[in-house]
């Protein structure tokens, strides 16, 4: 059985289950360009509880998936700029 795969008119993602490393960890391939990110339960929680602020800024593809398309995100020049913690 393969992947699962979520998509919109934005993105195609295949998202599987991977238990081959050292713990199991979810495998994010992004369709159009086949870059693969592996997450694991430590970062999936840091998503659930991030900022909505730093999740905007993550998504927002105009800092960095617009300017690079054809470059996956080890290469993309992203810049240092942090999102200030909520007070």
């Given at each position: 059985m393969g992947p699962d795969v979520v998509?919109?008119?934005f993105a195609t993602v295949a998202v599987s289950v991977d238990d081959r490393g050292n713990g199991t960890?979810?495998?994010l391939e992004d369709r159009r360009t086949g870059t693969?990110?592996?997450l694991d339960a430590l970062e999936l929680e840091?998503?659930?509880w991030a900022p909505e602020e730093w999740m905007r800024a993550l998504l927002d593809p105009s800092r960095h998936r617009w300017r690079d398309a054809d470059r996956?995100?080890?290469q993309e020049?992203?810049?240092e700029s942090r999102p200030e913690p909520p007070t």
């Amino acid at each position: 059985m393969g992947p699962d795969v979520v998509a919109n008119e934005f993105a195609t993602v295949a998202v599987s289950v991977d238990d081959r490393g050292n713990g199991t960890r979810l495998r994010l391939e992004d369709r159009r360009t086949g870059t693969v990110r592996y997450l694991d339960a430590l970062e999936l929680e840091s998503i659930v509880w991030a900022p909505e602020e730093w999740m905007r800024a993550l998504l927002d593809p105009s800092r960095h998936r617009w300017r690079d398309a054809d470059r996956g995100p080890a290469q993309e020049s992203l810049p240092e700029s942090r999102p200030e913690p909520p007070t």
